[in-house]
């Protein structure tokens, strides 16, 4: 089979890089394991949160000169960034994913555990707020679903205090949920989520609500409704009679699994191909190019492609691979920024900032992997299979997926 | 100030302290338990939690080797909710002394320890992980034991009987009156507040620590810390315990423990100073898996979940204080025959599993100063939660048809499961999904077995101890915490504490799937939950 595009990985990444490819009319198909990182979303996107010191960052784009010259931002360049970030709103929207939060400056989440963080764009069912100090209003009302244990309601009336707001705290039991009540592992998000999609459930638990306001003027839900679409968040959002705030849950993240969907959604529609449950295997070199690639569920079949685009992602989905001696890229065997002493790898303290999360694929400033010293002309990484920055620690891993994403899309369309 | 009167003191909060507790306090004595930490928290958590049948020891020291099978068989009746009678095969392979094999079945059989040659064949159908290599094997009535729900027990018993515990509370000085220790002086680590208790004996159960408590009543104990690595794969792939038929020698033994399994150990001298901060290494890390492959060659390619290290309480005889001639066994001081010290004795030595023998030995000598005529009944009267002939039957009583996460709730509880609320629907969700432990266990675990944070609870409960290693239930769990009316802001301190405590165990074998779950929980706990915001 062939293809302009081959791009390996579902995720984020790999996923916008193939939208925008197939919207520009090049034939492409992504290989994905399933899950990846987007059901473990924040319900935000950070581009840059804080430099390499710690330091925070309020608008990204006038601190790019401070990042090291493996950050994949300094190898897109800081024109084409400026230029990239104002296309990424339109660019989900159309795909029926509508962000909030402002371009070019950085606002601040509200997490499960009440601390304010800050991000760049959220999905809409999240409530950014202005600044560090600032509340969603000065009283609230912080109900959950009783029985819901990954929504810890005193984190965040604790956190949300801290900022001068008033919090009572509920919970409401509707009659809907019994089922999930009675089994001992059904109280999870995304079972939350299909039973508020469908029926009537909804329409009770706004009325629960309302019994229960009395001086409050924000009520606050745990971010679990519209698995399938976001009409029913719309639907509680106009039945409450003050405004409601939803706030992220433990994994697993309906608003990214709804995200996620979406995106891929959208690139099927565009007539892009899903090869979905597999995993590419075998590849074969010419020199520098890669030629062909198989999978696991063709077999003898071979995938080829004018590009490939790795997007497999870091440690958590496989894209890379740490045995006792090494940290290795299991695909192609591309070049990694790690080293192989396994002292060097981790702090021992879990908050600090953690060497192996930097670690990744070397790239050339075109993003093109190397492997053995040499850049693969037709191979692109993008993502967090990414070396040479430590994500976590900047709060830049959704701005690398979406951004590197782009960019290898228009050098691909451009070519 | 708080000023209580008691019969007896006993310093340290791991087995043997909370077995001497119960011992003396079902002989009628009044006891007060003083822990600087937690429960289980020194060497009584961090070994193998092998229930010996003595047969390791049979043929270096017959002593050790008959003391260890008649507790064994005693903890299997009294102690049944803690044991796991998994029994155990002592194998010889190719590079070992088969000859050896006939000295240590004739060594067990003088010791009183059941021990069959089976052919290796029979081995590897009763053991299909075993090392297929085998050229010979020994079945012997080894088990597994649970430390921390065994240590429980034992507290709790003993608080049923009129025992106090003072957990978090260190002992800062004696109080010693005309050469007797009348008493003891603390600090609460919780409150920060002093306080000060009198007995008419103390006894100084701190294991490696006991050390520095003799010290301060002005006695010497030669102790020598020996640190112990081990690590946790995360199957139960043996369902039987693993050993090598030779002298005992390191990471020659694996142990089935509820859903994993723990290979180990190994032995290094270390400084006093080291006990509070170990840290397991690489070299110790290749040394456990290499050896244990060798048991069984599926560890190879098992993942690991956990390495730890415990400090073995290694006691120089009296006779030689330079720690070359090293007593293994149990060891009693009477401060006021050794030292001219009254009211004041050690229990020390000794193993996890012959605990209860130590706490008779040391409760017999406070009793015979106190004046006290009451016998030992701990050989035959079952710990709280052991009282059913067996776990189907607690189970039966409480529930009509149980569910496996009921099934593991009385095997971690024993007949107390039936304290845990049954017609509450949301008592039965589960907060840890790998270990299957309820809402309900845990809310039992903050109402009645004295925890004061997320680690506490895990000694008690298993929430945290699976595969996932803490990333979801240890944020539900400080939810539930939180309710309990723990200050807030503490819980999440203490969430935090909880992650960095895991990923102490994590970080010296964090590759492969433990990376990936050490990505994953970074992830989380700063991108999603922002913990680190803050």
């Not at chain 1, 916008?16 to 490819?21: E, I, K, M, N, S």
């Not at chain 1, 601390?115 to 760049?120: A, D, E, P």
């Not at chain 2, 939810?479 to 909880?498: I, P, Y």
Request: proline share 4%; hydrophobic share 40%; glycine share 10%.
């Amino acid at each position: 089979m062939r293809y302009d595009t081959l791009i390996i990985g579902g995720g984020l990444s790999g996923l916008v890089c193939g939208l925008q490819l197939q919207q520009a009319g090049r034939k492409t198909a992504i290989v994905s394991a399933g899950q990846n990182a987007m059901h473990f979303s924040s319900g935000a996107f950070g581009l840059l949160s804080r430099l390499e010191d710690g330091t925070p960052v309020d608008e990204p784009l006038t601190v790019l000169d401070k990042l090291g010259p493996d950050h994949p931002y300094t190898k897109i360049g800081p024109e084409k960034m400026a230029a990239l970030l104002h296309t990424v709103k339109p660019f989900f929207a159309q795909a029926g994913i509508p962000l909030a939060g402002e371009e070019s400056r950085n606002s601040f989440l509200i997490t499960p555990t009440g601390n304010g963080k800050r991000v760049w764009l959220a999905l809409d069912d999240m409530t950014l707020l202005p600044d560090g100090d600032s509340a969603f209003g000065s009283k609230a009302l912080i109900v959950n679903l009783k029985g819901y244990l990954d929504f810890n309601t005193s984190f965040l009336a604790e956190g949300l205090e801290r900022r001068g707001m008033k919090c009572r705290i509920e919970a409401v039991e509707l009659p809907e949920m019994n089922r999930l009540r009675s089994n001992p592992t059904e109280m999870r998000s995304v079972n939350i989520a299909r039973v508020m999609d469908g029926g009537e459930a909804w329409k009770h638990l706004v009325a629960a609500v309302n019994r229960l306001i009395t001086d409050e003027d924000t009520v606050i839900l745990p971010a679990v409704f519209g698995f399938a679409d976001g009409a029913v968040i719309q639907a509680i959002r106009e039945g409450i009679r003050v405004r409601t705030v939803f706030i992220g849950t433990m994994p697993p993240s309906v608003p990214g699994i709804r995200s996620q969907m979406r995106l891929k959604k959208a690139f099927e529609l565009a007539g892009g191909t899903m090869l979905l449950g597999d995993q590419a295997t075998a590849p074969v070199f010419r020199g520098s190019r890669l030629e062909s690639l198989g999978t696991v569920n063709l077999g003898e079949v071979r995938l080829e492609a004018d590009h490939y685009v790795m997007a497999t992602g870091s440690f958590f989905s496989k894209g890379l691979w740490a045995t006792p001696q090494r940290v290795e890229e299991p695909l192609l065997g591309l070049d990694l920024y790690a080293p192989e002493d396994r002292n060097r790898w981790y702090a021992t303290d879990f908050f600090a900032p953690q060497e192996y999360i930097a670690f990744g694929a070397r790239t050339d400033a075109g993003f093109h992997p190397l492997r053995g010293g040499q850049a693969l002309e037709n191979v692109y990484a993008i993502g967090s299979l990414l070396g040479g920055c430590n994500a976590v620690q900047m709060g830049c891993g959704a701005g690398i997926a979406i951004l590197t994403a782009l960019a290898v899309a228009d050098r691909i369309i451009n070519e | 100030m708080d000023k209580k009167e008691y019969d007896v003191i006993i310093i340290g909060g791991g087995i043997t302290g909370a077995g001497t507790a119960r011992d003396c306090a079902l002989r009628g004595l009044k006891v007060l338990l003083i822990e600087r930490k937690d429960i289980a928290d020194g060497a009584t958590g961090r070994n193998h939690g092998l229930l010996h049948s003595g047969a390791r020891y049979a043929v270096t020291d017959q002593e050790s080797a008959t003391e260890c099978i008649e507790e064994n068989m005693i903890l299997k009746r009294v102690a049944r909710h803690c044991v796991d009678d998994t029994t155990g095969l002592f194998i010889s392979l190719p590079e070992d002394d088969l000859g050896f094999q006939a000295t240590f079945v004739e060594r067990c059989r003088q010791a009183g320890i059941q021990a069959d040659i089976i052919d290796p064949e029979e081995a590897r159908r009763l053991e299909p992980s075993v090392n297929p290599a085998l050229i010979g094997a020994v079945r012997v009535p080894d088990g597994s034991v649970d430390p921390f729900r065994l240590t429980a027990a034992n507290m709790l018993d003993a608080k049923l009987h009129g025992a106090d515990v003072l957990l978090y509370t260190e002992v800062t000085s004696f109080l010693i009156e005309n050469g007797t220790v009348v008493g003891v002086r603390t600090l609460d680590h919780k409150s920060g507040e002093k306080g000060e208790y009198r007995s008419r004996m103390t006894v100084n159960a701190g294991g490696i620590w006991g050390h520095g408590i003799a010290e301060k009543a002005g006695v010497q104990v030669g102790m020598f810390p020996a640190k112990g690595a081990l690590l946790i794969f995360a199957h139960r792939v043996a369902d039987i315990v693993l050993n090598r038929c030779r002298k005992p020698a390191n990471a020659d033994i694996l142990v089935p423990g509820e859903t994993v399994s723990i290979i180990g150990t190994t032995s290094t001298r270390i400084p006093f100073e080291e006990c509070d901060h170990m840290q397991v290494t690489p070299d110790e890390v290749n040394l456990l898996v290499t050896e244990g492959a060798k048991l069984a060659p599926i560890l190879e390619h098992t993942r690991i979940l956990r390495a730890y290290a415990g400090v073995r309480p290694l006691v120089a005889s009296d006779s030689d204080p330079s720690g070359r001639s090293i007593s293994r066994g149990i060891v009693l001081l009477d401060h006021e025959t050794r030292d001219g010290l009254k009211g004041f004795a050690t229990i020390t030595g000794g193993k996890l599993m012959t605990y209860r023998l130590m706490a008779e030995k040391a409760t017999d000598l406070v009793c015979r100063k106190l004046g006290v005529e009451a016998a030992c009944v701990t050989r035959t009267v079952p710990l709280p939660g052991s009282e059913s002939a067996t776990l189907e039957e607690a189970a039966g009583k409480i529930w009509a048809a149980p569910t496996t996460a009921q099934k593991a709730t009385v095997g971690r509880l024993g007949d107390n499961a039936g304290r845990i609320p049954l017609d509450d629907v949301y008592s039965q969700s589960l907060v840890c999904e790998c270990e299957e432990v309820t809402v309900g266990e845990v809310n039992n675990a903050i109402d009645h077995l004295d925890v004061h944070n997320l680690v506490d609870i895990r000694r008690r409960t298993r929430v945290g101890m699976g595969t996932c290693q803490g990333e979801l239930c240890g944020c539900r769990t400080a939810g539930l915490l939180a309710k309990a009316g723990v200050c807030t802001r503490k819980a999440k301190e203490d969430l935090k504490g909880f992650m960095r405590e895991r990923w102490k165990g994590m970080y010296p074998i964090a590759w492969g799937d433990t990376l990936r779950e050490g990505e994953y929980s970074q992830w989380v706990y700063s991108e999603v939950l922002g913990l680190n915001e803050d």
